[in-house]
């Protein structure tokens, strides 16, 4: 008999394959174009920007009245992430909504776009895991939504890197700094920021802005929910269940 399980099982032996490729060279001279860039930008411009998608990060991440739905204490995978997918197409619908609204509506509007999209992506990660099983008042928990963020949005030199941390979670988890002020904030906003830029600054032309934003945001909402679900993924084939004490 064929396991249920085996196509997500599939799924993820394809996307783990793919997190892991080294960078190419395309991906490489990218990276270098985007550090000189980086650095034609004055320090008190990073420093700016660094603070700025931190607090955002940080108000919407590790902000309690943001945790909204109870983790899920039982059911299927096949059932989880039917209920998963659901989630991520209202996500992604409203994300391309917006980024439509915004997009036409200028320069103003379209630099809008930026925090309510962050926002969006950030409670679609938190409603996921907790359709997983996983409790996102624990503070681990919040961190691990953070690295699935940096997966997702990052240059494959970094996404090497992050994926490592997220299959040895059990392990690594314990050695997160107490305090979220410690996460290297500076490399999450240059990669995420570089990862987008090309798409955001389309959405900012008059005429085109709206289809621009409204296709990105798309975009960006489903590569963030595929992220997140073979992320997840990992964990409930390693058998690490979510922790019991926090379902009570």
């Not at 962050?118 to 996921?128: E, G, Q, R």
């Not at 570089?194 to 990105?216: E, F, R, S």
């Amino acid at each position: 008999m064929l396991n249920p399980d085996q196509p997500a099982r599939d799924e993820l032996h394809a996307w783990q394959q793919k997190m892991q490729r080294p960078p190419s060279l395309l991906n490489r001279v990218a990276r270098r174009v985007q550090a000189r860039l980086n650095a034609l930008l004055p320090e008190k411009v990073h420093v700016a920007i660094t603070a700025a998608i931190k607090q955002m990060v940080r108000g919407v991440l590790f902000g309690s009245e943001y945790v909204t739905q109870k983790p899920l204490p039982q059911g299927t995978l096949a059932e989880r992430e039917e209920a998963v997918r659901r989630r991520i197409r209202a996500y992604r619908n409203t994300a391309a909504a917006e980024g439509a609204v915004t997009g036409a509506g200028g320069f103003l509007l379209g630099l809008a776009d930026f925090p309510l999209l962050l926002s969006i992506k950030l409670k679609l990660l938190f409603d996921v895991a907790a359709l997983y099983g996983y409790d996102a008042r624990d503070y681990s928990e919040r961190v691990y939504l953070l690295h699935i963020f940096q997966l997702a949005f990052s240059s494959q030199h970094t996404r090497n890197e992050t994926y490592q941390h997220l299959t040895t979670w059990e392990t690594y988890r314990h050695t997160l700094p107490p305090d979220a002020h410690d996460f290297d904030w500076r490399t999450f906003q240059q990669e995420y920021r570089d990862y987008i830029d090309l798409a955001k600054m389309a959405q900012l032309v008059p005429v085109i802005g709206a289809a621009v934003g409204a296709v990105a945001n798309y975009r960006l909402l489903e590569q963030l929910g595929e992220t997140a679900i073979n992320c997840y993924r990992m964990r409930w084939f390693e058998g690490q269940e979510p922790k019991k004490e926090l379902l009570s």
